[in-house]
């Protein structure tokens, strides 16, 4: 009884929890309805529409002459909006348009894509990435003239969605220099250090979110178009830095070394004219740009014998001793405590002047001097390395500048031996730039400049910031002693170690350098080499220093490796330069230039032009902004023209900027050589001419 009494309560509870639900229903609705019904809207209005961001378009980077390092060229993704065109329209042109993307992309038939253009129109599906692929402008300007998509956007549907891809004309030339910024913002060199001017301003523009989760750009009145970033120019020659890579790679690959960098600098300025940095593949095959050698902490390590010319102006600083007295070298050992110097020469230098012991690079001379005069008050001593400027880094404009390392007297690691092996390079940890700057004050008379590898920051010919010359240090010795380094340097070329580099067209002066290598603490076989100095020694204009790591082989010395690659880039900058080399001038090639006034703006993209003319009041129109144009003035207009993009010919492409011309040209499939600067005036393949993919350009800048 009391079991059918519990199981009829419980039927009855259910039925008025159904009945309380019932209830609750139709307010729950008609709340959502009045109430919340704008909260609601509001929210799926947020949901499927959303202002995004639209990239700019980054900057360029030059070298110093105007020639292009890296820009970014535009590439596109195309969508279709199917259910905007109009029925007769739409039957008449389908069947052609299946038929030319299928040709076009290569990657499925006509009929399929007809089958999924049909079905996206049935579900009244707004937006259909028709391929994956991207194409360029070339291929984007031929598709405009296809069937349906002539209609344009608002007629035909289609949507050509634009992608920016960073481009280097010159490939991997200074790749490390020029840097890269990967999706992470995260980077190296030019483009991750000045990344906050070229990256620009993003725009902001309203997209619609459709079924599967893509987005689809709407046009908006509320839209704020991008601001492009500034441009970057260098202090980089194009041709310095080919020569420096070349003569580089070449050494490094018949030594079989590890990794080399190379820097040339200008000496009364401080201007990085090439950076050189090239490192084993880890497949082992060839070599390439991973890491900044020259700059960065890895390429921290102990100079060797080039650091002697510290030592030397210490000593002469101090009036410890002159150039011509003699010291003692016996048979190439010494004995500090109980650690043994040693020369390079077996059985010694014996007796030699101090000048003979710095051509020579005996390392017992110089530590035997140092400990001598400056072994009791080693503070002494190091106060000079604070003098010249190489304890602290330089504040160099990339990012990644490696640390000196000096030890401190007095500190734990500081021992006896200490000194005399600092003294030859040894127990301290330098970069190749900081070892330039200081070869660099010796050759301007003392003064010692900051080196610097940007020097302008701009957008057309507004000038965002600008880096010039800066002085580090006034005078890092007496004018006697700079004389006196000078002599010794050109002396080491002369008749000292690096002897085999001699010129009889000019003169270098310069330090070799080699030092053993520290490997799990001992010391190896393995040597790093060095050679720094500068040209021409009369008349200093180019400093440089070349380092390579671990060579293979017989007479592995900074005299055998690293001064032979010096001297292949001196030459061949000293044969370029005709300020340094007036009576083996070199022909130039000089275009006819037009005597007539033009517009200063002859050619370029149609949008781009449009807005300096509403700047100037004048009137201009272009039927496609994204055309590239031909601009005729008239009194008071000016009329854009649309170049001739027909696939089968050489298009014109005088007067456009080389970006412009580069972009349009490769998109051609042609291959492009250019010389000069500023706009194309001239090029080697007629306008109109019959298109031969991979054929070469010539383009003249003027």
Not at 224 to 240: A, C, F, S
Not at 448 to 460: A, N
Not at 561 to 586: C, G, H, M, R, T
Request: hydrophobic share 35%.
């Amino acid at each position: 009884m009391n079991f059918k009494r519990s199981i009829l309560l419980r039927v009855r509870v259910v039925f008025i929890l159904i009945a309380l639900c019932s209830a609750a229903i139709p307010y729950k609705i008609t709340k959502l309805q009045m109430a919340d019904g704008d909260i609601w809207r509001e929210k799926a209005e947020t949901i499927n529409f959303q202002y995004r961001e639209v990239p700019a378009t980054r900057g360029n980077i030059y070298a110093a002459d105007g020639s292009l390092l890296a820009t970014s060229l535009p590439f596109y993704r195309v969508a279709l909006d199917p259910t905007i065109v109009k029925t007769d329209v739409y039957k008449s042109g389908v069947d052609s348009l299946a038929e030319l993307l299928s040709a076009y992309y290569k990657d499925k038939s006509a009929a399929a894509y007809k089958r999924m253009i049909n079905d996206a129109r049935l579900e009244n599906k707004r937006y259909l990435v028709l391929n994956r692929k991207q194409i360029g402008y070339q291929g984007m300007q031929e598709m405009s003239t296809w069937p349906i998509f002539r209609e344009g956007r608002l007629g035909g549907g289609v949507i050509f969605e634009k992608v920016e891809k960073r481009y280097r004309p010159f490939n991997s030339l200074a790749s490390r220099t020029v840097g890269f910024l990967n999706e992470d913002a995260y980077g190296a060199g030019i483009e991750y250090s000045f990344n906050e001017y070229l990256q620009g301003q993003d725009g902001k523009a309203l997209f619609q979110r459709l079924v599967g989760g893509t987005w689809k750009p709407v046009f908006d009145a509320e839209d704020v178009k991008p601001e492009n970033g500034y441009d970057v120019t260098t202090t980089l020659d194009v041709n310095i830095q080919d020569v420096a890579e070349t003569a580089l790679r070449r050494q490094l690959t018949d030594r079989d070394a590890e990794f080399g960098s190379v820097i040339v600098m200008e000496v009364k300025t401080g201007q990085i004219k090439a950076i050189a940095n090239l490192q084993r593949n880890t497949s082992g095959n060839g070599y390439g740009e991973n890491y900044n050698f020259a700059i960065g902490d890895q390429g921290n390590t102990e100079p060797g014998s080039t650091f002697k010319l510290l030592s030397m102006l210490a000593l002469l600083e101090e009036n410890k001793v002159t150039l011509e007295e003699t010291i003692e070298t016996g048979n190439g050992a010494h004995k500090f405590y109980n650690q043994v110097m040693r020369d390079a020469k077996n059985g010694g230098f014996g007796t030699l002047t101090i000048r003979e012991a710095f051509e020579k690079s005996s390392n017992v001379a110089i530590s035997k001097l140092v400990d001598e005069h400056f072994g009791s008050s080693p503070s002494k001593f190091m106060a000079y390395v604070d003098k010249v400027g190489l304890r602290e880094p330089f504040g160099f404009q990339l990012v990644g500048e490696g640390k000196p390392y000096f030890k401190k007297p007095g500190a734990k690691d500081w021992y006896g031996t200490t000194l005399p092996w600092i003294s030859i390079g040894y127990e301290v940890k330098l970069n190749p730039l900081h070892t330039l700057a200081l070869y660099n004050a010796v050759a301007n008379d003392g003064k010692m400049m900051k080196p610097y590898i940007v020097k302008s920051v701009s957008r057309g010919n507004i000038i965002k910031e600008e880096y010039g010359p800066e002085v580090v240090r006034k005078q890092i010795a007496s004018e006697k002693t700079i004389k006196n380094l000078q002599g010794l340097l050109e002396g080491v070329v002369a008749q000292g170690t690096a002897r085999n580099i001699a010129n009889a067209d000019y003169k270098i002066a310069g330090k070799t350098g080699t030092a053993q290598k520290l490997v799990n603490g001992k010391y190896t076989k393995k040597y790093y080499t060095s050679f720094a100095g500068y040209f021409p020694a009369d008349n200093p204009k180019y400093s440089m220093v070349v380092v390579i790591d671990s060579p293979t082989g017989f007479a592995a010395y900074g005299g055998d490796v690293s001064a032979p690659v010096f001297k292949e880039i001196a030459d061949k900058i000293y044969s370029l330069d005709l300020e340094l080399n007036p009576d083996n001038q070199q022909e130039i090639f000089r275009a006819e230039t037009e005597i007539e006034h033009m517009p200063y703006v002859k050619a370029g993209k149609a949008e781009e032009l449009q807005g300096i003319f509403r700047k100037l009041g004048l009137n201009a129109s272009a039927a496609n902004p994204e055309e590239w144009v031909k601009v005729v003035s008239h009194d008071a207009s000016v009329e854009m023209s649309v170049n001739d993009t027909d696939k089968a010919l050489v298009p014109d492409v005088s007067g456009l900027s080389l970006r412009d011309a580069l972009f349009i040209l490769e998109n051609k499939g042609l291959k492009v050589n250019y010389s000069g600067k500023g706009r194309v005036k001239g090029q080697s393949i007629a306008p109109g001419a019959k298109l031969t993919p991979n054929a070469t350009i010539n383009l003249v800048l003027g």
